[in-house]
């Protein structure tokens, strides 16, 4: 016998648009992004992270909220995943190294770090902002959150055309609080009942590094090295990367009085405190009756000198010079030159590549990212020099604070020292971009510096953030 039955076969279970859409036709609190989200929930899946879609998806069923209610409800239930962790390690290497347990805190609630900003977001969106907001180590703390935040609505404009703005306010809201009659509470944080900084749209009293502001404006956390002031602003304490004058008691001032004399964001020093006799000129201590009678050389707090010392250069009466690393003064000129022959160092930051090939094609098969690493070439004449860096993998915002030529005569590097950003691939590596970047003697002097290769036919523009290093 054949068995067979009339029972009906198990209806399939509706997918997350699918919800979406019905929750649409009788939510009892529509939001004024409803309809963009779901008319483009495809996208949507794929812009936040796997767990806060099965909880959306679990809060539309229920038909009371739609989707951007049902959004903010379910960033509760983010849970971190690989690209998460990836983030938070880099994060907590280059932004805040002296936090302690700062990896295992970063998505905790309350922490005062800014894991949540970027927990409900997925993998694609939360590499972007590893990528983006975590290049330049040392100096990304302070800027991080408004990074994310720019980074996530960019990023998910492309992972979601025309929803990115929705999606990341959805997760912007405050936590609901159920009233009396059973309706959602949406506390907000203005200028007007906030007298510190707004964070998750609560007020925080805005004198924390962790929590920096005044007068309802967004909280800033601030760098390692950065205290928030009164003000509510996070500052560096006065010092050589703030200051051209002197530090007095922590605040910066021009360094050119005798009682509070100095440069370069050192401390003020009285100039006749032990010697009456010295005055400050130059934002230096001098001989006060060297400035009358040293008019071929230049003036220190022993008197008259030569002023053809690297150490001690200059003419005219004016305060002497200490030429620094790789400089000499001219011996007729008497000022400071770069000794073409001192030895330096070539320092790669980080480099940006566009997020396609000139033709539009991705770098990499299934739209990925590329795989670059540098090679770097100096030369003059017979004499070169070549070095090359670490692969960074999937990555458009390479990070490689790395050093690809190590002593290189400044003659050289100013002759010619140029770059090729390469994509490694499976079968044979392709070249994004490069070119010669153009010095001066000014460079020479280790500040963080930045150039745009061009676009050409068969290369994409590509942007370099280094430094000249004085050789180590």
Not at 49 to 62: F, G, I, N, Q, R
Not at 153 to 165: K, N, R, S, Y
Not at 197 to 222: P, V
Not at 374 to 388: D, E, N, R
């Amino acid at each position: 016998m054949v068995a067979c039955s009339s029972d009906p076969a198990p209806a399939a279970p509706k997918s997350f648009c699918d919800n979406a859409k019905a929750a649409a036709t009788k939510c009892k609190e529509p939001q004024p992004c409803d309809t963009t989200l779901t008319t483009a929930c495809v996208s949507l899946e794929k812009a936040v992270s796997p767990s806060v879609v099965v909880a959306t998806k679990d809060c539309l069923e229920s038909g009371v909220c739609g989707a951007q209610t049902c959004l903010t409800r379910a960033r509760k239930s983010a849970k971190p995943t690989d690209a998460h962790a990836r983030l938070a390690e880099r994060y907590c290497s280059q932004c805040a190294p002296d936090v302690a347990d700062c990896a295992g805190q970063f998505y905790v609630p309350k922490s005062n770090l800014p894991g949540a900003l970027v927990l409900p977001f997925a993998d694609a969106v939360v590499d972007a902002v590893a990528d983006t907001c975590t290049a330049e180590a040392g100096a990304c703390r302070g800027s991080f959150a408004t990074c994310a935040n720019d980074t996530i609505v960019g990023a998910l404009a492309t992972a979601a055309p025309d929803i990115g703005q929705c999606a990341a306010e959805a997760f912007r809201r405050d936590e609901e609080v159920v009233t009396p009659g059973g309706g959602v509470q949406i506390s907000t944080c203005t200028a007007e009942n906030c007298k510190g900084c707004c964070r998750d749209d609560k007020c925080l009293e805005g004198t924390q590094a962790e929590a920096c502001g005044k007068t309802g404006s967004s909280c800033q956390t601030c760098s390692a090295v950065q205290l928030c002031t009164e003000e509510g602003q996070c500052r560096e304490p006065c010092g050589p990367n703030n200051c051209r004058g002197c530090c007095d008691n922590g605040n910066c001032i021009a360094g050119t009085q005798t009682d509070k004399c100095g440069g370069g964001g050192g401390e003020c020093t009285k100039c006749n405190a032990e010697n009456p006799d010295l005055v400050c000129s130059d934002q230096k201590c001098i001989d006060g009756s060297c400035k009358a009678t040293c008019l071929t050389g230049c003036c220190t707090a022993q008197g008259c000198q030569p002023g053809t010392l690297a150490n001690a250069c200059g003419t005219g009466a004016k305060a002497c010079l200490d030429c620094g690393y790789g400089r000499t003064c001219g011996a007729t000129t008497k000022a400071c030159a770069l000794d073409l022959n001192s030895l330096w160092d070539f320092y790669v930051s980080f480099t940006v590549t566009p997020n396609r090939k000139n033709d539009g094609s991705a770098w990499d098969p299934f739209d990925g990212a590329p795989d670059p690493y540098l090679k770097a070439f100096s030369s003059i004449g017979t004499t070169s020099h070549t070095g090359q860096t670490q692969v960074r993998p999937d990555s458009y915002v390479s990070v490689f604070i790395e050093t690809p030529l190590k002593g290189v005569p400044a003659r050289e590097f100013l002759n010619n020292l140029s770059f090729e950003l390469v994509d490694q691939d499976l079968d044979f590596d392709d070249t994004i971009g490069g070119c010669r970047i153009p010095l001066t003697e000014k460079l020479f002097d280790g500040s963080l510096q930045s150039y745009t290769c061009p676009q050409t036919p068969s290369n994409a523009p590509v942007e370099i953030w280094y430094r000249i290093n004085p050789h180590s």
